[in-house]
């Protein structure tokens, strides 16, 4: 899902600059969030446990989804809050290098997440 979220922002991401405009920004936004809270699941599985991680997975998806539709009707209506969304742009950037202190890793090769992170 991580893969596939940065692929569809790639086209979403050229699909909005084209022709920036609210509407397409939706498209911009939409596959980012995907992107965001799978790469927090896959955490979640890879520190935590793979069932936690595998349970999280789509309510994490739904979540970053209906931040985005829920931007783009209050937008709609004159409003544009973007609350939601900044809490699931910025809550794995936060969340994710504390899971990586705190738990331990299972795989080889996991010290590259915190390099990842640092940039």
Known sequence: MFFLGVALTSIGSAYYHWAPDNGRLVWDRLPMSIAFMSL?????????????????LLPL????IASVLYW???????????????????????????LL???????TRSADLFVAVAF
């Open 101 to 107: 202190t705190l738990f331990p890793a299972r795989y």
């Open 61 to 64: 998806m739904a979540l970053g």
């Open 72 to 98: 783009h009707l209050t937008e709609l209506k004159g409003q544009g809050d973007l609350r939601l969304y900044g809490l699931v742009q910025f809550y794995p950037v936060m969340a994710i290098p504390l």
């Open 40 to 56: 927090l699941a896959a955490i979640i599985t890879e520190r935590i446990t793979v069932n936690a991680g595998l349970r999280s």
